[in-house]
């Protein structure tokens, strides 16, 4: 089945940088766009990042653009999110989803703190 699991979240101060991990499992990971929403306290999901299943068309929100990039690794079946200059408004619990058909997956999440 169908498996997406997020980690790489913690607490990191304004500025910091993290980098976020989604490993798939269960499809061919490479045929897909993959996708990076988050959701913060009291608030909305919110898209951030899509990457395509080649990897050679990504968007980005307006909010993250320029800060963060979504690489992938077809060989891994991993999809990332490298947030950089962090900003508290970037606190929030970050997902991984993919559509298949149609059906939506989503892993757990990976939650991501930015304060000093």
């Known amino acids: 089945q169908v498996q997406l699991v997020e980690s790489g979240g913690g607490l990191v101060q304004p500025g910091g940088s993290l980098r976020l991990s989604c490993a798939a499992s269960?499809?061919?990971?490479?045929?897909?766009?993959m996708k990076w929403f988050r959701q913060a306290p009291g608030k909305g999901r919110e898209l951030v990042a899509t990457?395509?299943?080649?990897?050679?068309?990504?968007t980005y929100a307006d909010s993250v653009n320029g800060r963060f990039t979504i690489p992938r690794d077809n060989a891994k079946n991993t999809v990332y999110l490298q947030m950089n200059s962090l900003k508290p408004e970037d606190t929030a619990v970050y997902y991984c989803?993919?559509?298949?058909?149609?059906?939506?997956?989503w892993g757990r999440g990976t939650s991501v703190t930015v304060s000093s």
């Open positions: 990457i395509t299943g080649s990897g050679d068309i990504t």
């Open positions: 269960g499809f061919t990971f490479s045929s897909y766009k």
């Open positions: 989803q993919v559509l298949i058909s149609v059906g939506a997956y």
